[in-house]
């Protein structure tokens, strides 16, 4: 049997992160399947169908082919053959995600994909229902959270990094919002696993959080 470890939580918790991290230090697969809900959102937004287009995304969904595969150490997703990494990351492909990761076609189609890798592979898989639904038998679940005010301060302080010009509380805003939505849709929402441990990484730096969540899979 392989060796699951669960990482749930809000956007912006720092999720990808920490998985990454533990993936590198305890040589297990990082698996993000945001990535996969984000390929999927680029397939749909390709095809011109709408956010609301709730029949439209269900039927389309089943012409969308995704896979992974592990190239340097990373994780590329692969939307028909071709290599789709470098178009994921943008707010248009996030908001259309949250919007297409609602409809239980894409779920089921995604979910047996995330539960393929994860049973041929020893691995840290992280998104909204890891713990509760992908893989309710993994051996560490991990629900990691933080106040909206800090997640906000943490993209604020990327974004001006970045030279990017943006406004806290507009983050702030879209944080809640995109919270609202993860946690109260109908299907697989986002919420912590009985069994899950709660991490709060409100007062923690990056490397207490590793470590602490290292201590947790040894225990
Ligand atoms: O983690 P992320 O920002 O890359 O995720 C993008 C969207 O995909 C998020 O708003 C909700 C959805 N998602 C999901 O429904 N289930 C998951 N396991 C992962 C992501």
């Known amino acids: 049997m392989s060796y699951n ?5 809000p956007a912006g ?29 680029l397939f749909m937004i390709r ?3 709408a956010a609301q287009d709730a029949e439209g995304i269900s039927r389309k969904c089943q012409e969308a082919d995704i896979t992974i595969a592990y190239e340097n150490g990373e994780q590329v997703v692969y939307l028909n053959g071709e290599n789709v990494n470098a178009y ?20 089921k189609k995604l979910v047996e994909l995330q539960q393929a890798l994860a049973a041929k592979s ?8 890891i713990g509760t639904c992908v893989l309710p038998n993994a051996q560490v679940k991990i629900y990691l959270t933080a106040s909206s005010a800090v997640r906000a301060k943490r993209r604020y302080d990327e974004l001006t990094a970045k030279g990017e010009a943006c406004d806290l509380a507009q983050i702030q805003a879209d944080i809640e919002e995109r919270d609202y939505r993860d946690m ?14 709660l991490v709060d990484t409100s007062d ?16």
């Open 5 to 9: 470890v669960a990482i749930d939580g």
């Open 13 to 41: 918790a720092g999720k990808s992160t920490i998985a990454k991290a533990i993936a590198k230090k305890k040589g297990l697969i990082y698996v993000d399947t945001g990535a996969m809900y984000r390929a999927m959102a």
């Open 47 to 49: 095809e011109g169908i």
């Open 88 to 107: 994921l990351r943008t707010e248009e492909v996030g908001n259309m995600a949250s919007a297409t990761s609602v409809q239980p076609a894409v779920r």
């Open 122 to 129: 020893d691995c840290i898989m992280d998104g909204r229902d």
């Open 184 to 197: 109260n849709r109908e299907h697989s929402p986002l919420k912590q696993a009985e069994d899950a441990i």
């Open 204 to 219: 923690m730096s990056v490397d207490e959080v590793i470590e602490h969540i290292i201590g947790i899979c040894e225990e």
